[in-house]
């Protein structure tokens, strides 16, 4: 077989990839699976980078701020879904998170950090509740722990990226290209 250059590979890999990165409930309860749950998945891999990215892109305050502001109310969708509430198109929503904020990162237009984190702030509470809505009577507290370091990590990535991104290039071209190759690949995951 022929080796097809990486960046060739890698489209065709996320567009055959099912978006849904969700174990089956049998599966959850530690903090091992909690942890390699966000891990697991391009939606989430992708929604999480694209939030280390944005808050790169945003600079200042908002470096902390925006990754904050998603843990936060992932927290909160997390627990609405062990309560029972009931949230129509969490999977769509997951997708199209990392379209939206690979996009305020690829046009790279000023846009005040209190919009930025409502932005994530709302596609959060769907990650969380995805997340809590899989809990099926095992150890929540594990598992929360588990994905919300993982979720962390995920935005530290993104943001690593980003800094590294604005070095290479001393300014915004690198990072708006990884803020695109975000979309992109939320476009894809869409699409398959």
């Known amino acids: 077989m022929k080796k097809m250059p990486l960046l060739i590979l890698a489209p065709v890999l996320m567009a055959s990839t099912p978006a849904f990165a969700h174990v089956g409930p049998g599966d959850h309860g530690s903090f091992a699976s909690g942890f390699l749950h966000p891990l697991s998945g391009p939606d989430h891999v992708l929604a999480m980078v694209a939030v280390g990215l944005a808050a790169v892109m945003l600079g200042s305050r908002a470096r902390l701020a925006i990754p904050a502001a998603f ?32 996009l305020l990162v690829a046009v790279a237009r000023p846009a005040s950090p ?17 997340h809590g809505a899989e809990m099926a009577g095992a150890n929540a507290l594990s598992f929360g722990v588990g994905f919300v370091l993982a979720t962390a990590f995920l935005h530290a990535v993104g943001m690593g990226m980003g800094i590294a991104a604005g070095r290479l290039t001393q300014g915004t071209t690198a990072l708006r290209i990884a803020g695109g190759a975000t979309a992109l690949g939320g476009v894809l995951l869409l699409a398959s």
């Open 71 to 102: 843990v936060s109310v992932m927290i909160l969708g997390f627990v609405a879904a062990l309560a029972g509430m009931h949230l129509p198109f969490v999977e769509p929503i997951i997708l199209a998170s990392a379209v939206v904020i690979g």
């Open 114 to 130: 209190t919009l930025v984190a409502a932005i994530v702030g709302g596609f959060a509470f769907f990650h969380g509740h995805a």
